[in-house]
């Protein structure tokens, strides 16, 4: 399972959780183009996955 940005960002380290859904539910060898998005009420998703990131590769 690999996890990158668009721009080619590895992103195991900030989103484990999504590496390890992606890879019980998933084939081996599938391509997933997607998105993540954060619901949270009172709070725009994009700035806090951004904040996640900046964070954890500081």
Do not use: C, K, N
Not at 15 to 35: C, G, I, K, Q, R
């Amino acid at each position: 399972m690999y996890l990158q940005s668009r721009r080619g960002t590895r992103l195991h380290e900030t989103f484990p959780e999504v590496v390890w859904a992606v890879y019980e539910h998933l084939p081996v060898a599938t391509v997933v183009d997607s998105e993540i998005v954060r619901w949270s009420i009172g709070q725009a998703p994009a700035p806090a996955i951004m904040r996640r990131g900046a964070v954890s590769s500081a």
